[in-house]
């Protein structure tokens, strides 16, 4: 399996425009996570998805962060407008399973966005 | 509500030291303890893990015991290598029927030096 791809690995853009990052989880899993890692605030979880429907997205920072799983193969995370405390590595992850068993988050590589 | 302590890094070692990475824990009932390890430029990775009191997590010469008494999940490993250099994450995920988030604590960065 190709593992967590998330797409574009590096992002530069400037303040007040839209950012979209993109994952695509390993096939056969059912829940997704959307992490930002940054080295003020360490790793945040931003929200996740089970079985594509949004459980948890307390973590999202404001209306300006927006997530959705149109299906189980891809996701999206979209910034609007963006600004420059936005700057982290975002982190795709998922796993398999329900809540009643246990398997391992696999993490994708990452996306680092750089907002000038 | 649940949250996971670890210690403050960086972490400086030379090769062939012996290496431990503090972490405690605040959960109700008995969670699932992990250490999962980020190398640079990369996500993280599952180390190791344990599901229950007084298991023994262990991979790649890392080992760490789950104490229930000292709520305590503290990261050894005997003979650290120059390839050992990364950030290390201990994580909390709730008990069983729970979801499969997980807390993670601010995670340890460890340099070791030849």
């Known amino acids: 399996d190709a593992g967590v791809i998330q797409s574009p690995r590096h992002e530069v853009t400037e303040m007040g425009q839209e950012v979209t990052l993109r994952c695509k989880p390993i096939s056969g899993h059912n829940s997704l996570f959307w992490y930002r890692q940054t080295m003020m605030r360490g790793l945040e979880l931003l929200i996740y998805?089970?079985?594509?429907?949004?459980?948890?997205d307390s973590g999202m920072p404001e209306d300006r962060f927006s997530a959705k799983m149109p299906n189980a193969s891809f996701s999206t995370l979209k910034i609007q407008p963006s600004e420059p405390r936005d700057s982290a590595v975002y982190f795709c992850?998922?796993?398999?399973?329900?809540?009643?068993?246990?398997?391992?988050?696999?993490f994708g590589p990452g996306t680092r966005l750089t907002v000038l | 509500g649940n949250s996971v302590t670890q210690m403050e890094g960086p972490v400086t070692l030379s090769e062939e030291a012996f290496l431990t990475i503090n972490c405690t824990y605040t959960a109700t009932g008995y969670p699932s303890l992990f250490w999962y390890v980020q190398y640079p430029g990369e996500g993280l990775q599952l180390l190791l893990k344990a599901t229950k009191a007084d298991d023994k997590g262990s991979n790649k010469g890392f080992e760490a015991t789950y104490r229930k008494e000292t709520t305590s999940f503290h990261l050894e490993k005997g003979s650290v290598q120059v390839s050992d250099s990364a950030v290390y994450f201990c994580?909390?995920?709730?008990?069983?029927?729970?979801?499969?988030?997980?807390?993670f604590g601010t995670g340890t960065l460890l340099a070791v030096q030849p």
């Open positions: 994580a909390l995920r709730g008990p069983a029927g729970a979801t499969n988030k997980l807390i």
């Open positions: 998805f089970n079985n594509n429907v949004p459980i948890d």
């Open positions: 992850a998922s796993v398999k399973g329900s809540g009643s068993s246990y398997n391992e988050q696999f």
